[in-house]
């Protein structure tokens, strides 16, 4: 392989054509980390798109925008796409980016795989959304495909196929994304990085690979396995042939479940670095954070069928249990961030209004969660909007205002260029205040009732909760072309952010923004999870770093 | 290392023994399988780096590890940029929609997979 590269000088002079050539043929993490980013940000216009198209289409009882079969199309392809093409893989690319800087590595342990990983996840998500043009149109199931409804009868063309084979290519780009994680995480460290001093987005990308591990296997099973079914006369979930249409949901809730932690678990790590740079203070209770990752890590393993409690095949007792149980480990994290802020020296920039956003938010999804975890209660929440509600604050609460909390935080680092804080701020409180007027009112359209996945409801009792919903997600919209107008002129002006605006805590902030080729010309020593902010007052007590309230030391290495 | 032993370590006790109380509470196969396999992966290498890399002490386990520690440790060469990982990508995507679309598609696929397969390798040797 060729181990030329071109003087700075040099690149600056290439045709467009020629640097084009370099991302396409890129295997440094740093690109890899921005193509997964900057692919996912696409992918959530998309999206997005199709959610204003469906509340536009709820705004009124009856049926006046699109057809029946186009809005099962939406609501699965929007499904589909928040949670495989947006969600899920932004957090493995600020992953690829972030972690070999915070664990002073050079680069991925596996850099070509790495490559291939970003590429076949964007050829799957071409392949999912290009199948609006398929002959039937694009999948019509729900993101969830359950057999026999995905069947060859159910769903007849080939839209059904390419979501099959979308969702097939993106899961094995996980998978491989995941193994070069944690190998980069284990075998890369820089001396003295102990596991117990890596930052806490590092661990939990670390927990989230083993999710991605053990979980999206049984899915890239499960999507061929109905493949099979469809195309070459398999009969896995064909009862009349001795199939199990139960074992589908099985195999996918088996990956599922996890799945929710994996779009989770990255961000709890984002928010968990970012609370204590603007508090000043370090982090309240390290050791205890990883512990609770790992728990909920386990525990997410082992309530997949909580999603199946109204199939009356699964034994409701054990996944209520261990759904109630996820609720302990989640409360510590709110205790690490709560007690990081407690008599610190809060400042509210735009990552830490996000930070706060997500801490409200997804405590409302969190409780939420508990009450459907409870069986009986779940018979009446079942595929009610209710459901739809809460899922929306874990993922669009919690994960997507932790994804904005990481964009504004990382951003400088990234490119080198700040973004505007005043319209940064705007954009948070127009999001904060469009995200709850859109969900909050599913809430009680759920309680009163109102079906999932139907393009129409009875006028009356839904429908001002409709209204209101659908007048939130134009605010939303609203807070997005915000965003984007932040994005395109911190480009356009060009501010230098200078190496570290934050005074951030963990190693990418002693590096250059953007860092050179290969992360670091010098490394601080590192004593504690904060070396970064340890070098920087290193006159203070030189070889007695800051060691307030690191892990455990004894059980170190 | 030990760090690392344990965390593969909890992977295993957790998939064997959730999977052990699942199989008893409900004589489900599939759950159990996926449990079990669960614990299975975690064995696998947690046992691996016991048996080998147990005593292994490494300058980034170290608690006051310095860079001359680790001056010399081979840690393996950084490609510069290579182009088959997007040709054999290209080459999956297009091998799999052949499966939908006709099989020449997995033809032309299967030809871009292994001719990038080819590619990677003699990149690596070189």
Known sequence: ?557 | MRTSIGYWGYVCVFGFVVGAIYWFLTYEPAGTLLLIFMGLCGLVISGYLFVRARSLSLPEDDREGTFEDAAGVPIGRFSAGSVWPVLMGLGIALGLQGFIFGRWLLVAGGVLFVWATIGLMQESRG
């Not at chain 1, 949901?249 to 790590?269: A, D, S």
């Open chain 1, 1 to 557: 392989m060729s181990e030329t590269t071109l003087p700075a000088a040099v690149h600056e002079h290439r045709t467009r054509a020629a640097r084009l050539l370099d991302v396409i043929t890129t295997t440094n993490h740093k690109t890899i980390g921005l193509l997964y980013i900057w692919a996912s940000l696409v992918f959530f216009l998309a999206g997005g798109l199709m959610a204003e198209l469906m509340r536009t289409e709820l705004a009124t009882p009856a049926l006046n925008l699109v057809s029946r079969q186009t809005y099962n199309e939406l609501f699965t392809i929007h499904g589909t796409t928040m949670i495989f093409l947006f969600i899920a893989p932004i957090g493995l690319g600020f992953g690829n980016y972030l972690v070999p800087l915070q664990i002073g590595a050079p680069d991925m342990a596996f850099p070509r795989l790495n490559a291939l990983s970003v590429w076949l996840f964007i050829l799957g998500g071409v392949t999912i959304l290009s199948s609006f043009g398929a002959s039937h149109g694009a999948a019509a199931v729900g993101w969830t495909a359950y057999a026999p409804l995905s069947g060859a009868t159910g769903s007849p063309g080939p839209g059904m196929d390419m979501w099959i084979m979308g969702v097939l290519l993106t899961s094995i780009a996980s998978i491989m994304t995941a193994v070069n994680l944690m190998a980069t995480v284990f075998m890369l460290r820089a001396p003295g990085m102990t596991m117990w001093r890596m930052s806490l987005f590092t661990w939990n990308i670390l927990i989230t690979s083993i999710l991605i591990l053990v979980a999206f296997p049984p899915l890239a099973a499960a999507v061929s396995m109905l493949f099979i079914d469809r195309h070459f006369q398999g009969h896995f979930f064909d009862p009349s042939h001795g199939g199990s249409v139960i074992l589908y949901q099985h195999l996918f809730w088996f990956f599922g479940h996890p799945e929710v932690y994996v779009m989770v678990l990255p961000w709890f790590g984002v928010v968990t670095d970012i609370i204590p740079v603007f508090s000043r203070k370090p982090i309240f209770g390290y050791a205890g954070f990883v512990l609770a990752s790992l728990a909920i890590a386990g525990l997410s393993m082992s309530v997949w069928a909580h999603h199946m409690f109204t199939t009356g095949l699964v034994d409701n007792a054990f996944f209520s249990i261990m759904s109630f149980l996820i609720a302990v480990p989640t409360g510590i994290k709110f205790f690490n961030w709560i007690g990081t802020m407690w008599r610190g020296k809060l400042t509210f920039e735009t990552p830490m209004l996000f930070c706060l956003g997500f801490m409200a938010n997804f405590l409302i999804g969190g409780i939420t969660g508990v009450m459907l975890a409870s069986a009986p209660a779940d018979y009446d929440f079942q595929d009610t909007y209710f459901v739809v509600a809460h899922m929306h604050y874990v993922l669009g609460g919690g994960s997507l205002f932790a994804i904005f909390a990481a964009f504004f935080f990382w951003f400088p680092k990234m490119t080198g260029f700040r973004l505007n804080e005043r319209l940064g701020k705007a954009f948070f409180w127009i999001t904060e205040i469009g995200f709850n007027l859109t969900f909050w009112p599913l809430f009680i359209s759920g309680l009163r009732g109102m079906q999932r996945r139907v393009a129409e409801y009875p006028p009356g009792i839904y429908t001002t909760p409709n209204q209101l919903s659908t007048l939130g997600a134009y605010v939303m919209a609203v807070g997005v072309i915000v965003f984007l107008v932040c994005v395109v002129q911190a480009f356009r002006k060009k501010i230098p952010a200078g190496d570290d605006p934050w005074g951030g805590y963990t190693l990418e902030w002693v590096t250059t923004s953007p860092p050179p080729e290969h992360n670091f010309e010098w490394l601080p020593p590192i004593r504690s999870e904060r070396p970064a902010f340890d070098w920087r007052h290193r006159e203070t007590g030189p070889g007695t770093p800051a060691e307030v309230g690191v892990g455990p030391p004894v059980v170190s290495t």
